[in-house]
């Protein structure tokens, strides 16, 4: 996976240099490419989720993780810090702007999903996608 992880990377380098904000990141090496739609999608997750954390969450820390399971590429993005606050006690759902929606509508193309937890101590964005294998050409006869 040396294209999103390689791109996640300078990202997160980028980010930290313009924000102060240091980013823990744990994407192991035996992680293999996969497929461009998938690595763009998790990429956009990375990005959108780490300019919420700037934005919104008074954090100074955060860490990306992504790992593999199940046949699924799962992404996690956490910060300490302040939770998700509600905007309105009319509105029982968290309110999701079209950054967190624009992700999930994205994923959902992809049969994947992203879901969003917070406490008043933190957020984290979870993020999973089902990993279509590679179709290999059959060797019959
Ligand atoms: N890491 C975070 N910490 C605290 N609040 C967050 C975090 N991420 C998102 N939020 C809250 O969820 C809302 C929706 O996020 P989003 O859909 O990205 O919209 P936007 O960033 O444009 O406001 C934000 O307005 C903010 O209140
Ligand atoms: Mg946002």
Redesign the pocket.
């Known amino acids: 996976m040396t294209g999103l992880c390689g791109a996640i990377q300078g990202h997160v380098q980028q980010f930290a240099h313009g924000t102060g904000i240091r980013v823990r990141l744990d994407i192991p090496a035996t992680i293999q490419r996969l497929d461009q739609d998938t690595e763009l999608a998790l990429f956009r997750v990375a990005q959108?989720?780490l300019?919420?954390?700037q934005?919104?969450?008074g954090?100074k820390s955060a860490s990306l993780r992504i790992w593999r399971e199940a046949g699924q590429v799962c992404l996690e993005v956490k910060?300490s810090?302040?939770?998700?606050?509600r905007?309105s006690s009319r509105n029982a759902e968290?309110?999701?702007?079209?950054?967190?929606?624009?992700m999930q509508e994205r994923l959902g193309q992809l049969g994947g999903r992203l879901q969003?937890s917070?406490t008043s101590r933190?957020?984290a964005?979870r993020v999973t996608v089902p990993i279509h294998a590679p179709e290999h050409p059959s060797r019959s006869g």
Do not use: F, L, P, Y
């Open positions: 959108e989720s300019t919420n954390i934005r919104h969450s954090s910060n810090g302040r939770g998700v606050r905007k968290v309110d999701s702007g079209i950054g967190i929606a624009g969003v917070s933190g957020t964005v």
